[in-house]
């Protein structure tokens, strides 16, 4: 099995910031991608930001503002969140690509609110 953890969520005003991290354990041995993906009530889950061995990927919505970086000795992903907007909340999810098993694996998300 493979576990996916993550810490870091809660409240926070508009325009501060929050980092997330989610470290990956278990039964995974090596990693094709590591990323964040969020979902929002009434809405459907969308792509944060992705990284790869060949650089990253964001949603539109964030770039510019959110950082993803990875520890991959660790198997940890971090998401750094600056000039948050109320828009950003929503529940975060990490997501490992794992080769191996052909699967993605999800953490079961944190919280992000952001007042207005």
């Known amino acids: 099995q493979v576990q996916l953890v993550e810490s870091g969520g809660g409240l926070v005003q508009a325009g501060g910031s929050l980092r997330l991290s989610c470290a990956a354990s278990g039964m995974i041995f090596s990693i094709n991608a590591m990323g964040w993906y969020r979902q929002a009530p009434g809405n459907q889950r969308e792509l944060v930001a992705v990284?790869?061995?060949?650089?990253?990927n964001y949603g539109d919505s964030v770039k510019g503002r959110f950082t993803i970086s990875s520890d991959m000795a660790k198997r940890t992903v971090y998401l750094q969140m600056n000039s948050l907007k109320p828009e950003d909340t929503a529940i975060y999810y990490c997501m490992v690509d794992d080769p191996d098993s052909g699967m993605d694996h999800w953490g079961k998300g944190t919280l992000v609110t952001v007042s207005s």
């Open positions: 990284i790869t061995g060949n650089g990253e």
